[in-house]
């Protein structure tokens, strides 16, 4: 199967300080790309959808200005968590999908993000 | 709005039983439908696809059937091992057009014993 890498795996940072996420997929072109947000002993949240050359389109709730998201090639898109406060510390993880895997999403490893 | 429930929430087993994880979702218009594992603090690992148009899929002791007019989708494990020990996630993709968005179920958490 694809091969999506996402980094780092965990990060800890202090309250207000910017933290970026790299989702790269490695043997295929993902015209778009997904990004989740995962709360303990919750499910996995949409969060947005980015298509590579155009903005990203977010779910209801969440702040396009504090998670920001590029997608400038087919094979990485970054989310960026601006001014990070505690209550962003959460598990992120990116799936990504198109060309030649446009049925089947494959994801990332995960971010796990602990803002002190 | 499309909803997915998984029952149970967990499970444990001894080790060598069948088990069977269940999913349900409320919108039947789906283009798919699939199993995920997910160890703890990791990724997701795909285990399963079903296409809207199919009834099953087998991978190995994993058997997966999907009832496209009930909303109802099972996950058959055989011969459980304990490194089966991991949360199952369903997760189904709409069919309203474009990019179809994907929403998941909380997960089975299954706990296998040796």
């Known amino acids: 199967g694809a091969v999506v890498s996402q980094h780092p795996s965990w990060v800890i940072c202090k309250s207000g300080t910017s933290v970026k996420i790299e989702c790269r997929s490695l043997?295929?072109?993902?015209?778009?790309m997904f990004w989740y947000r995962q709360f303990p002993k919750q499910s996995l949240m949409l969060m947005a959808t980015?298509?590579?050359?155009?903005?990203?389109?977010?779910e209801q709730g969440v702040e396009k200005d504090k998670f920001l998201i590029n997608h400038a090639s087919l094979t990485l898109s970054t989310l960026t968590v601006t001014s990070a406060h505690p209550e962003d510390s959460s598990f992120y993880i990116c799936?990504?999908?198109?060309?030649?895997?446009?049925?089947?999403?494959?994801f990332g490893s995960g971010t796990q993000l602990s803002v002190l | 709005k499309q909803e997915v429930t998984q029952i149970p929430a967990a499970l444990s087993v001894p080790e060598g039983e069948n088990l069977v994880l269940n999913c349900s979702f409320t919108d039947s218009a789906i283009y798919n439908l699939q199993w995920f594992r997910q160890d703890p603090g990791k990724g997701l690992t795909s285990l399963l696809l079903?296409?809207?148009?199919?009834r099953e899929q087998t991978s190995g002791r994993l058997n997966a059937s999907l009832d496209k007019s009930s909303g109802r989708s099972t996950l058959y494990i055989a011969a459980s091992q304990p490194g089966d020990s991991a949360t199952y996630l369903c997760a189904v993709r709409g069919d309203s057009g474009g990019y179809q968005k994907v929403t998941f179920g909380i997960g089975t958490k299954l706990q296998v014993i040796p």
């Open positions: 799936s990504a999908g198109g060309g030649t895997y446009n049925e089947k999403l494959f």
């Open positions: 079903i296409q809207s148009s199919q």
């Open positions: 043997d295929f072109q993902a015209t778009t």
């Open positions: 980015s298509n590579e050359g155009s903005k990203a389109t977010y």
